[in-house]
């Protein structure tokens, strides 16, 4: 068995969109079916063509509206399909999911071309596009179209809400057919959910796929799988191939909606984004169960009292009953995520929040992205050992047309015209512009929802514990104190903060709460290094689409490792900070509708550290002094804080 | 443009269909419905292989509840141990009760109760072209435990007689085949259950063969009533012998037709003399005619009309083509000897 990639291909040429036609008109057939069934006699046979004769002249007219809705909904998807040409290097598809021009498709099909390509859509005119962020692990990338803020766009479904059987349609650009940029559409069902599919050693791994019978061809890659109504379920990027050379055989893979998702915030950051591990491996027992085979003692799993031989029960809230269906869940979430994992031992159920951490190290990810050899190597990389699959070596992509640009290059001179401006390098980022553009849009958010400016005197936060017991905080330039019913103490707030993580038990809620301040009162970019990390879900109501996510601010200060979980509205929803790497952090979780003090502040927050809660507060009051700290107490200049 | 894709809600193809049909007696069951339905009745199977482009693994249908299964007899079932496991992740160990060798079906046994079951209807009508179907199989192995196995749509697009081979090896059945427009015969689909779109069973994914002639891949399902012929052949114990069925030559002068001598590499099959009194003389054929196909297949050489007789197996008609001043005659010799005449 074998599945490779289908992007980048190749230069030979078929007819083969009268196939495509051929199934349009399936469709038409399949949807005058489910009218004939039940009217059709036991012993006619099922769908026979004398049956459907008989069904269509009883509803033509519905079967015929039917299917001009259908080939409505294809047209206009197929709008949003992107014909990407990289050159003498190849190319393949994209779908855009956003008016400005963002577009999703395969790492596989940009990593050759590397940062600019030329994009053609349905309307028949070529775009300049450039590369954005990448993701070698999963297969994605995104890319921004420039030229327009129309774009036609669609949007992304709930992947887990696809069922075997369900209608869907492939739009995209199979065997580099669209020299008129018309995308090719072949439709087909879902033929398989939550599939597995191994990874070419440490990336292009499709965990927790769709699995289709629509035609999914070498091009096709990176273009969009869609559902009945045009929806984006999937991006199509891989297929079993096996003796009957590189063309379809019935069996497509696509990457789920839900899993781009989860990368969407940090690939639209410019980053190089890297999946996650679990520090952990598990096997199935004799007797079934999924238990822990190995453990890493450095993981945030083991410091939370997972341990071999465990069973695992469920991960990031969806059960574990195979190791395909552990590997599914852990290969759709991004390095860094916090999830819930339950395990059992002995009877006993526990559940516990672990950190995932990343599979690659960053140098080790750059150098995929560059194509490991060097930057003139064209071809994926493959497992040492792995022998070539029939048809998976992709065109080398010499000669004088190739495109020189690579992702961790400084903005060459080739650049179009229209793509000037739009990159900056930088080591870890497949683009730093994107990054800067998605932190300011943060930072803005942020003002916006708090309104706090310079100058600025100590803020004093007074309430209790959510077990009646008194507390005050002061926060200022200078320091922070904390009062509490165990004692009171203090921080400098003008030197490094990695050698004080007060209040004991803490794990550093002063240093925490100072550089939040600092946040709200001058913006993320004094802080230190701050970047624009990506998304993560802040709150998940069942239904995957319906997931609220929430943009990561990162920084470096003073020592410390900060991490900001900001809502859309510009509301800080949590702090995280690390006093070393590898320790547990300080998880400062606020409440924004409990907003008592009605400056903005949230009227209550949880702190946990090491896997315990440290304390919840309630504040009754929040004091934000005008005047500097060396002036004598003013009265509280809310006006000026709610201006 | 705006995004589009919220306009039409989910499915509206289908739910206006659906409410079309609220008059008509019963409400049709989703596709969805309808594998999940038939996928609980598909066997993932798992024996011998591995090496050298033989895979390991095919799919099985269960075909009454108390675990008999219904796959393609091949090299993956030359196991002690024959893994088989159900829809919902129930593994058994298959017992090999028997083989139809000329329909290349086995029969397996699990010891299971209440199993789900997809009948194997005897009587069933042969599909007609067009028909739209459902292939539930364990292609490539992609789905493991629990997993469904995958489902592909398309339509019968012939009923044709089988004449097929596997790299140099024949296929023995010749009789009626569905041949599908989608690429249903993958590495691990042998066995796979062909349904319609009710859920029952109308055939067995065969083998992975190549067309006689034109060398494609071929997408073919045995009918499900010879399926349930072979079933209850190997049940009563009649078909565990290889059925008389043989892939050597066959010389046709037990037919009472002499051909010119084999001198050539590919010495064409000429006529030298008709035996009087033979079948061949009674059907007409003369010296001099020069054959061109053995029961549809074309014979280039006089070594592939060998092979083409001695690929039918005993008692089937033989149907001859030859080429008579520049116009093609058919000929019905009746049928096939048991064993090679007289040189």
């Known amino acids: 068995m074998r599945a490779v990639s289908v992007g980048s291909e190749c230069r030979r040429k078929e007819p083969r969109r009268w196939v495509e036609r051929h199934r349009l008109h399936a469709i038409a057939v399949m949807v005058a079916w489910v009218v004939a069934a039940p009217a059709g006699a036991d012993e006619t046979n099922v769908g026979s063509p004398a049956e459907i004769a008989e069904a269509a002249a009883v509803v033509a007219d519905a079967v015929l509206a039917a299917e001009r809705e259908r080939v409505g909904i294809m047209a206009r998807a197929a709008e949003a399909a992107v014909a990407i040409f990289a050159g003498e290097a190849g190319g393949g598809s994209g779908v855009l999911i956003s008016p400005d021009g963002y577009a999703l498709t395969n790492f596989h099909v940009v990593q050759p071309a590397g940062l600019a390509m030329k994009c053609g859509l349905a309307d028949g005119r070529l775009y300049d596009a450039i590369l954005v962020g990448l993701d070698p692990t999963g297969d994605l990338a995104v890319v921004k179209l420039v030229g327009r803020d129309d774009f036609p766009w669609a949007a992304l479904a709930d992947s887990d809400d696809v069922a075997v059987g369900d209608p869907c349609f492939a739009a995209g650009n199979p065997f580099l057919l669209a020299t008129d940029f018309q995308p090719s559409v072949s439709a087909g069902i879902v033929s398989g959910v939550h599939r597995y599919q191994f990874p070419a050693g440490t990336i292009l791994e499709y ?17 969009a799988l869609f559902d009945a109504t045009g929806r984006v379920i999937g991006i199509n990027g891989r297929a079993s191939f096996e003796k009957r050379g590189r063309v379809n055989v019935g069996v497509g893979y696509a990457i789920s909606a839900n899993q781009v998702r989860h990368f969407l915030g940090s690939l639209k950051g410019g980053r190089i984004v890297d999946h996650a591990t679990l520090g952990a491996t598990v096997a199935t027992a004799e007797d079934g169960r999924v238990v822990v085979s190995d453990i890493l003692e450095s993981s945030s799993a083991y410091r939370r009292g997972l341990r071999y031989d465990d069973e695992v029960v469920a991960l990031a809230g969806r059960p574990v009953r195979t190791v395909n269906a552990f590997k599914n869940i852990l290969g759709t979430l991004p390095a860094g995520w916090q999830v819930p994992l339950v395990f059992r031992r002995g009877g006993q159920q526990r559940e516990i929040e672990v950190r995932l951490a990343a599979v690659h190290p960053q140098a080790e990810l750059a150098a995929i992205v560059a194509g490991e050899g060097g930057p003139r190597q064209r071809r994926r990389p493959r497992a040492p050992g792995k022998p070539p699959a029939p048809g998976e070596e992709q065109p080398p992509g010499e000669g004088p047309g190739a495109p020189g640009p690579q992702p961790q290059r ?3 001179p080739s650049l179009p015209e229209a793509l000037r401006g739009l990159h900056e390098a930088r080591p870890g980022y497949a683009n730093y512009h994107f990054n800067v553009v998605e932190r300011q ?63 004991p038990g803490s794990g550093g809620l ?38 609220v996510y929430a943009d990561v601010l990162e920084a470096a200060v003073a020592g410390v490792e900060v991490r900001f979980t900001v809502m859309a509205d510009g509301a800080v929803a949590g702090i995280d900070l690390w006093m070393a790497p590898d320790a547990d952090p300080c998880e400062v979780r606020f409440d924004a509708a409990a907003d008592r003090a009605g400056n903005g502040l949230p009227g209550m927050f949880e702190v946990r550290h090491a896997g315990t809660t440290f304390g919840r507060f309630r504040i009754d009051e929040v004091v934000m002094e005008a005047a500097a700290e060396t002036a004598p107490a003013a009265p509280a200049d809310d006006g000026g804080a709610e201006r | 443009m705006t995004s589009h894709s919220r306009r039409a809600p989910r499915h509206a193809a289908w739910l206006a269909v659906l409410l079309l049909s609220a008059a008509l007696p019963a409400r049709a069951a989703t596709p969805g419905e309808t594998i999940a339905g038939a996928a609980r009745s598909v066997v993932k199977i798992y024996g011998a292989g591995g090496v050298s482009g033989l895979e390991a693994y095919q799919t099985g249908v269960l075909v009454n509840p108390t675990g008999h299964v219904v796959t393609v007899l091949s090299t993956v079932l030359d196991s002690d141990i024959i893994d088989c496991v159900l829809d919902d992740g129930r593994r058994f160990a298959g017992r090999l009760i028997g083989a139809d060798p000329r329909r290349e079906v086995a029969v397996l046994a699990l010891e299971g109760e209440e199993l789900p079951a997809l009948p194997l209807a005897a009587d069933h009508p042969r599909l007609a072209p067009g028909t739209r179907v459902l292939a539930l199989s364990n292609l490539f192995g992609v789905a493991v435990g629990d997993e469904r196995v995958s489902a592909q749509h398309g339509v019968v697009a012939a009923v044709v007689p089988l004449d097929a081979r596997r790299g140099a090896y024949e296929a023995p059945y010749r009789g009626a085949v569905y041949i599908l427009d989608c690429t249903t015969n993958n590495p691990g689909s042998p066995g796979g259950a062909l349904i319609d779109w009710r859920g029952r069973l109308v055939g067995l994914l065969g083998k992975e063969l190549r067309a006689n002639a034109s060398g494609v891949w071929l997408n ?45 590499d590919k010495t064409p099959p000429f006529i030298e003399t008709v035996r009087t009194g033979s079948p061949a003389a009674a059907a007409g054929l003369r010296a001099d005619d020069l054959l061109v196909a053995v029961n549809g297949r074309a014979v280039p050489s006089r070594m592939a009309v060998q092979q083409a007789l001695g690929a039918l197996a005993v008692g089937d008609p033989v149907r001859v083509s030859v080429v008579r001043d520049g116009a093609i005659v058919d000929c019905d010799l009746g049928p096939r000897p048991a064993a090679a005449g007289a040189p």
Do not use: M
């Not at chain 2, 009533?225 to 059925?243: H, L, N, S, W």
């Open chain 1, 207 to 223: 965990a927790d796929c769709l699995q289709v019978d629509a035609a999914i061809n070498p091009g096709n890659s990176g273009g």
């Open chain 2, 220 to 264: 073919y399902a045995l009918p499900v009533d010879e399926v349930a012929k072979a079933y209850d052949d190997i049940i009563a114990g009649r078909a565990t012998a290889p059925a008389a069925v043989s892939t050597e030559r066959f010389d046709p002068a037990a037919l009472g037709v002499i051909l010119l001598p084999d001198l050539l």
């Open chain 1, 441 to 503: 849009r943060v930072a803005a958010a942020i003002a916006a929802h708090h309104r706090l400016e310079r100058p600025a005197g100590p803020w004093r936060l007074v309430g209790r514990l959510v077990d009646g017991e008194a507390f005050r905080i002061e926060l200022s330039d200078r320091r922070g104190s904390i009062d509490l019913p165990t004692g009171t103490t203090t921080v400098d707030a003008t030197g490094e903060l990695d050698a004080n993580p007060s209040p």
């Open chain 1, 510 to 547: 002063l240093a925490a709460l100072l550089v939040w301040r600092r946040l709200l009162l001058d913006g993320p970019d004094p802080l230190g290094r701050t970047t624009y990390w990506g998304a993560v879900v802040a709150a998940a109501p069942g239904a995957a689409h319906a997931a």
């Open chain 1, 410 to 412: 400084p903005e060459p």
